[in-house]
């Protein structure tokens, strides 16, 4: 694992996700930063095993460079890990790539976040209670 070459790679979220993400982040909030929501949000779509691709690059938005990678190496071994099983040896020759690959979870994640926890008036309580296995079982 070489954190270098994911350190220039940006991190999209979806326009609708990140308004959302958005106001879920801060002090008190479900997440302390953008990145660990962003990260459920990946876990989410790994686990229902469902991506959803970035329909244009107008869709998307920036929310955080690759410096993360640098002061949190080890998500670099889990995106490494995921890409490896997803897409074999090949894919990590390519950080964009599996870089790539960890938005499209991320996306659907995030859409399902969205639509079944953070819309909620009791957004904490909404994710708490969603977040068990039979919710996030693969359909």
Known sequence: ???VPYASIDLYMPEDAHRVIRNCT???????RQIDGW???LCIGVRKGERL???SDAQRVKFMDGSIFNSDPWRVTHLELLALTKEGDDVLAEPRRVVGLAMEYANFG???LGNECLLKTEPTLSVLNRLDLSALAPD
Do not use: A, D, Y
């Open 39 to 41: 990260w459920l949000g």
């Open 110 to 112: 995030l859409e399902w």
């Open 1 to 3: 694992m070489t954190v």
């Open 26 to 32: 801060g002090q008190g909030k479900i997440f302390g």
């Open 53 to 55: 691709p970035f329909q």
